[in-house]
């Protein structure tokens, strides 16, 4: 299994910018599919970006061309660069590591967007 922290959550103004990070434990990081997810209030949770063990990625489309997802293995790091902030970007964000036969999630970190 695999422990995932997420970090770099807040409040914003409409049109700024955060960096989520997420911390992962175990030694087969490299490996595994991570993503970023979702969930505002009454809502399901929905995958905002993802990125491979090759660095492929994907976004929502809701997302694509604002955020940026990226890794460091080094580091068993995994980041979403959330640019040109919306209100309807406000959500609990969790980060999710995919092996195949299983999945793990983090805690979730809320992001606010508001004035």
């Known amino acids: 299994q695999v422990q995932l922290v997420e970090s770099g959550g807040g409040l914003v103004q409409p049109g700024g910018s955060l960096r989520l990070s997420c911390a992962a434990s175990?030694?087969?990081?490299?490996?595994?599919?991570m993503g970023w997810y979702r969930q505002a209030p009454g809502k399901q949770r929905e995958l905002v970006a993802r990125?491979?063990?090759?660095?492929?990625?994907n976004y929502a489309d809701s997302v694509r061309g604002r955020f940026i997802i990226s890794r460091d293995n080094a580091k068993k790091m995994v980041y979403l660069q959330m640019n040109s902030l919306k209100p309807e970007d406000t959500a609990v964000y969790y980060c999710?590591?995919?092996w195949g036969t299983g999945h793990s999630w983090g805690q979730g970190t809320q992001v606010t967007v508001s004035s």
């Open positions: 990125i491979t063990s090759g660095t492929s990625t």
């Open positions: 999710n590591a995919y």
């Open positions: 175990g030694s087969l990081f490299s490996r595994y599919a």
